[in-house]
């Protein structure tokens, strides 16, 4: 079961390899407004983390996340049994 | 005026298209001559971009079915399936349309589009599971939308990644649509339909196949790729639409379940809508027709869709994967790809312009859809005036 701060470092993790070199993405930060993701760069994020935690996303909860700390905790009422 | 606030964006897209001459989207063509051939802007131009894939629009025996189903039965229905719109001649297309596909049950939609989203938003329902590739159709996404079912987006054409999400579905694989295209509209390429197949019947789950643009195109037959790869009677649903190989409008599904019935009486998209009208029914069932019968329209397809495939790679183009009847040229910049759509149009080449993110990569594409009426000399003017772009010595654009 990967709890919200382990979900919230893959997230940052991951979030690393999309940024500027040099940007950090903190918690309450916008991943499109403040981080400047595209749809598609949005689209890979996803697939990569999926990938890590073993799980598939509902599409259907991904217009619901805007920030970083709102991705981690859709990542972790997702990932119940998966381990990060 | 906060509710409209939403279209600035919209509006700015359009003003800054709009300082390259006219609008790339919406052109209107001021006289249609062929099937291969209209006015745009004064000037006879070739219809590169059509989807018209067999070239049936003006096919003299389906106009003629029309103009006596006119005579005979009126303009339209003003009713839907459910209530007054079911005439003797839709009932007699659906069993055409399941006599063509080798299947039990078919059922008629007033578009592709409301087929598609109709069966998808209806065939999933809130405790079931929707796994859908990731470069689907617009009508595919909206009927998840509708649905209720939980959405799961697969890799495109990667039946590696979709094994991997029925995997982590366990006991619910057994209760989800998995949903797939026949030939994808942008790229123009294929699934690996026989993994797919193969995967989907492992764990239990069903497959909805969409032929929308492979209907006419694949098969000895014509009926889509399933029938060219020999799995029909391991795909339970098939969709598909009147508006590209049929020349006209509308849309079906097709299956052995019986269930496909039911279907008419919980889709909304076939319950609260107006049928075809009987003109559009009666084109539609003599071009089913044609393409049982005239598989010589298939190979002059495919000639001329391998024809411009060669020529625009021998140009030096970035084409899509594989040759098919959809080919579509990547430019990376959107300043270029516009620059060239409208040096195309002014060539008298109409070709579609696609800008992210309607394309499946960060490139924009000038896609271009082969007929059977394309004649020989059509394409080569196609090809030829491509290159002309390239002589300006730009760089073009790469898959991305």
Same mark, same amino acid.
């Given at each position: 079961?990967?709890?919200? =701060? !382990? ?17 950090? =993405? ?17 689209? !890979?994020?996803?697939? !990569? ?32 049994? =998966?381990?990060? | ?9 919209? $509006?700015?897209?359009?003003?800054? %298209? ?33 989807? $018209? ?9 389906? #106009? ?62 809130? @405790?079931? *599971?929707? &796994?859908? @590739? ?29 094994? /991997? ?11 989800? &649509? ?22 989907? @019947? ?36 098939? *969709?598909?639409?009147?508006? /590209? ?10 299956? $052995? ?13 076939? #319950? ?10 009666? +084109? ?5 027709? &044609? #393409? ?13 869709? $391998? ?46 312009? *696609? #800008?992210?993110?309607?394309?499946? +990569?960060?490139?924009?594409? %000038? ?15 196609? *090809?030829?005036?491509?290159?002309? %772009?390239? +002589? ?9």
């Amino acid at each position: 079961m990967a709890t919200y =701060a !382990e979900c919230l470092t893959i997230v940052r993790e991951v979030l690393g390899e999309y940024l500027e070199p040099g940007q950090t =993405a903190g918690e309450n930060d916008a991943l499109v407004a403040d981080l400047g993701l595209s749809s598609l760069q949005m689209l !890979e994020l996803v697939v !990569e983390i999926e990938d890590q935690l073993d799980i598939s996303l509902p599409l259907n909860q991904l217009p619901d996340v805007r920030t970083v700390h709102e991705f981690a905790q859709m990542l972790e009422s997702v990932a119940g049994g =998966a381990q990060p | 005026m906060s509710l409209l606030e939403k279209f600035a964006p919209l $509006n700015k897209m359009r003003t800054d %298209l709009l300082e390259y001459g006219s609008l790339p989207f919406g052109v209107v063509t001021e006289r249609i001559i062929s099937p291969t051939i209209g006015i745009v802007h004064g000037r006879e131009t070739i219809l590169a971009g059509s989807n $018209n894939y067999l070239g049936l629009t003006f096919e003299p025996s389906c #106009i003629e079915a029309a103009k006596a189903a006119l005579d005979a039965e009126g303009t339209g229905t003003t009713g839907s399936r459910m209530a007054n719109g079911t005439y003797s001649t839709h009932h007699a297309l659906e069993q055409e349309l399941a006599a063509f596909f080798d299947r039990q049950h078919a059922l008629v939609f007033t578009t592709g589009f409301l087929a598609t989203m109709g069966m998808v938003s209806t065939l999933a329902g809130r @405790d079931d *599971v929707l &796994l859908i @590739d990731a470069d689907s159709h617009a009508s595919i996404y909206d009927g998840c939308r509708l649905g209720g079912a939980e959405i799961i987006r697969f890799r495109h054409n990667d039946p590696a990644d979709l094994e /991997k999400r029925l995997r982590r579905l366990g006991e619910r694989s057994a209760n989800t &649509l998995v949903v797939a295209e026949g030939l994808y509209s942008m790229l123009g390429d294929q699934p690996p339909l026989e993994a797919i197949v193969d995967i989907k @019947d492992r764990y239990g789950a069903c497959l909805l196949l969409d032929e929308a643009h492979s209907m006419g195109v694949f098969g000895a037959h014509g009926r889509g790729l399933a029938e060219a790869l020999d799995l029909e009677d391991r795909v339970e649903f098939v *969709v598909g639409t009147f508006s /590209k190989s049929l020349g006209s409008v509308g849309g079906f599904c097709v299956s $052995n379940l019986p269930e496909l019935d039911l279907i008419r009486m919980a889709a909304r998209s076939y #319950i609260f809508t107006a049928s075809p009208a009987p003109s559009v029914v009666a +084109s539609t069932r003599e071009a089913l027709k &044609l #393409i049982a019968t005239r598989p010589e329209l298939r190979e002059r397809l495919w000639r001329n869709a $391998n024809q411009l495939y060669s020529g625009l790679q021998e140009s030096g183009f970035q084409v899509g994967p594989q040759p098919s009847p959809v080919v579509a040229v990547f430019v990376d910049q959107a300043e270029l790809a516009i620059e060239w759509w409208h040096q195309l149009l002014d060539n008298g080449i109409y070709v579609n312009l *696609v #800008i992210p993110p309607a394309t499946p +990569s960060t490139s924009c594409l %000038l896609r271009c859809s082969m007929s059977a009426a394309h004649t020989t000399e059509q394409v080569n003017k196609i *090809v030829s005036s491509f290159a002309d %772009l390239r +002589s300006e010595n730009r760089v073009a654009g790469s898959a991305v």
